[in-house]
Structures are given as structure tokens and as C-alpha cells.
């Protein structure tokens, strides 16, 4: 079976500074992972996923991931974020057969103040 | 030129009552999806199909029943609407796997609607 851990519930931040969200995963098959990101009263949208390849993943918005085997990790960075980035970012692992769905862990508020 | 859209956005209704949430994807894929966000954001797969089967049932309650018309349409109807029915419900859609596309394929998401159950 496959899960998903946000360690952090919320995090605030100042604007500019830097920003990590966690995530851990278990799965006893391949591994596919990706990061959503939901603004208020929006639908999810793509931040970025690993599929396979290099491990330092770089998505839309000047987010990155790397993906970690050996700590079963998939941890989001941002370097400098802004007031905008404030949303729920949801870390989900994948299966790899027909209409297999997201496993989704329970979210992140990143809380961006100035 | 939306990707997925879903209607209506909101639905407030009264318990007991029969509604429908309908989904359209313009994106020409394969596979769509039904989440249900709890109150606490919490996102949970209830059903996927793919060119018009039936792949995941979740454990949800029969009062729920998926049906699609064909590949674009995905649309959800709930009977005797219950209390705890209340949630924002997002539709997906993506690419089917093949292979050339071996890789899970990114799911695009609807806008969600807002149910509330009085």
C-alpha cells in the first residue's frame, strides 16, 4: 500500500525568506511523486513530479523537490518566497496502472506574511 | 477555454435530496477522476474511469453513483444527500497510460464544487 506524510500542518514564513514543506512517502512499489498546490477556493494545480531521472525536480514557480530513496523523502524548497505563495500544497504518490488515483497527503498551509 | 469544468460551482440543498455534479474535460483524455475535500482539506479518490469503464470504487456509499456518457463527461449524482455529504468535490482528468506514456500522467484538475448539506 502506498501513504503519504506532511509532517507540518502549517507553515508560516516571512516574505523573501526560505521554505521547506515535507513530505515522506511509503511504497512497497515504484515510486511516482508530485506536489499540488491549492489556492482559496481554487481546484489543485501542478507544481511539480518525479516519475524517474535526475532527483532534484524543478517545477513552476521557482519550486524544487528532490526526492530521496534511502529517507523515503520528498521534500519541497523554495529559496525566496513571495506574499502569492500562500496556498495548500499537497504532496500525492502514484501507482502506475490505468485510472490509478493520487494517494494524497493532508496538506500544508503555507502562510506567507510581509 | 477552461480544461475541466465542473457544474454547478455551489450546491446548497437540503438533506435528503437528489443532485448531480457535472464535469467536462476538453483536454482529449482518456481517464477522469472524482476527490472528495473534507472540511479539514483532506482529499480522497471516490472514483476513476477510464474511456468509460469503471477502474476505482472507492469505499463510498451506494447513494453515489458515477456515470460516463463518454470520454469527456464524468458526472456525479448523489442520492438522499446526508449531512456529512457536505465537501468540495473535484473532478480530473488525464492521459491514458500506453507504451510510449509509461508513466503516470499528470491529473488536471476542475475548479471543485462546493456542497453543502442543510
Known amino acids: 500500500a502506498q501513504s503519504v506524510t506532511q509532517l507540518d500542518s502549517q507553515v508560516p514564513v516571512f516574505e523573501e525568506a526560505p521554505v521547506e514543506l515535507r513530505c515522506n512517502y511509503s511504497?512497497?512499489?515504484?515510486?511516482?511523486l508530485f506536489w499540488y498546490v491549492q489556492y482559496p477556493n481554487q481546484g489543485l494545480q501542478l507544481l511539480l513530479k518525479y516519475l524517474s531521472g535526475s532527483t532534484l525536480v524543478k517545477g513552476i514557480n521557482g519550486f524544487e523537490a528532490e526526492f530521496n530513496k534511502s529517507q523515503t523523502s520528498f521534500h519541497l524548497r523554495k529559496p525566496s518566497v513571495h506574499i502569492s505563495d500562500t496556498a495548500e500544497y499537497f504532496c500525492?504518490?502514484?501507482?502506475?496502472?490505468?485510472?490509478?488515483?493520487?494517494?494524497f497527503g493532508k496538506g500544508t498551509t503555507l502562510s506567507v506574511s510581509s | 477555454d477552461t480544461a475541466v469544468s465542473q457544474t454547478p460551482k455551489y450546491l446548497v440543498t437540503q438533506m435528503g435530496n437528489d443532485k448531480s455534479i457535472k464535469c467536462e474535460q476538453n483536454l482529449g483524455h482518456d481517464t477522469m477522476y472524482w476527490y472528495k475535500q473534507d472540511s479539514k482539506k483532506f482529499l480522497k479518490i471516490m472514483f476513476s474511469?477510464?474511456?468509460?469503464?469503471?477502474?476505482i470504487n472507492e469505499t463510498v456509499p451506494n447513494r453515489f453513483s458515477p456515470k460516463s456518457p463518454d470520454k469527456a463527461h464524468l458526472n456525479l449524482h448523489i442520492n438522499s444527500l446526508e449531512l456529512g455529504d457536505s465537501a468540495v468535490y473535484f473532478c480530473a482528468s488525464s492521459q491514458e497510460l500506453s507504451r510510449t506514456r509509461r508513466f503516470p500522467q499528470t491529473q488536471y484538475f476542475g475548479p471543485g464544487t462546493r456542497l453543502l448539506v442543510l
Open positions: 500525492a504518490v502514484s501507482g502506475n496502472q490505468a485510472g490509478t488515483a493520487l494517494i
Open positions: 511504497s512497497s512499489v515504484s515510486v511516482y
Open positions: 474511469y477510464n474511456n468509460k469503464e469503471l477502474i
